[in-house]
């Protein structure tokens, strides 16, 4: 099956830093979705972003399906930005979702 | 719009019993998948749910089952409890694939099961 590796593995930034995450992944994707993991389990939708570029706010995120790695960028960070952070994929024909094993992400005050 | 729902949110188990977690999905969402997360790993797919039936399914023994409503809502049953069977349970939901929806997944709170 698919491989997704992410990194860092984890990250730990003061407030106000910027950071890049990183999300590989080993075959061709339909489905590519950025998650943030609350310290209560939740997972909240980021980006569905298979291909190409979209902002929201503080964050961003860019997908190169053709070299196979997605990116999400976290600007001015907030210590509600903390918690982990998954990309998960799907490929063509499978709608189930691989999840990569995460970047646990600190900010601190 | 009600998002994803799923309980009870915790519970408490021991080894041999059975265990039933419930999901609703969203708002006009018609397809149903359960995921797995053990502590510190990322979510794992158990199976996938649409018209009521299973249609795919992961890597995951017999004792894991389920089932979809006529109204969506979905249960995952677990026989024979195990110790291994501790972890996170997430239901997510999403609009047909092959309607050609995008299969992008929304994720309910999920249910926290402890198996002593």
């Known amino acids: 099956g698919i491989q997704v590796e992410q990194s860092p593995p984890d990250l730990i930034l003061q407030e106000g830093a910027n950071s890049t995450l990183r999300c590989n992944f080993s075959?061709?994707?339909?489905?590519l979705q950025w998650f943030h993991q609350n310290p209560w389990g939740q997972l909240i939708n980021l980006f569905y972003?298979?291909?190409g570029t979209k902002q929201n706010g503080r964050l961003s995120a860019t997908t190169v399906a053709t070299e196979r790695y997605s990116l999400l960028y976290i600007s001015s960070s907030q210590t509600t930005d903390s918690g982990v952070y998954f990309c998960?994929?799907?490929?063509?024909?499978?709608?189930?979702?691989?999840f990569g094993t995460g970047t646990r992400l600190t900010i601190i005050p | 719009d009600a998002g994803v729902t799923q309980s009870p949110t915790h519970l408490i188990k021991t080894r041999g019993q059975q265990v039933t977690l419930r999901c609703s999905p969203k708002?006009?969402?018609?397809?149903v998948s359960w995921y797995q997360q053990a502590l510190g790993q990322g979510p794992q797919f158990i199976f996938q749910?649409?018209?009521?039936?299973?249609?795919q399914r992961g890597n995951f023994p017999d004792r894991f089952s389920g089932h979809q409503f006529p109204n969506y809502s979905s249960e995952l049953n677990v026989n024979a409890l195990l110790l291994g069977d501790s972890a996170l349970y997430l239901c997510a939901s999403s609009l047909n694939l092959l309607a050609g929806n995008t299969g992008e997944l929304f994720f309910g709170e999920g249910s926290r099961l402890t198996v002593l």
């Open positions: 972003i298979p291909s």
């Open positions: 075959d061709s994707v339909n489905n």
């Open positions: 998960a994929v799907g490929t063509f024909g499978n709608e189930k979702l691989t």
């Open positions: 708002s006009g969402h018609d397809t």
């Open positions: 749910y649409y018209e009521e039936e299973e249609r």
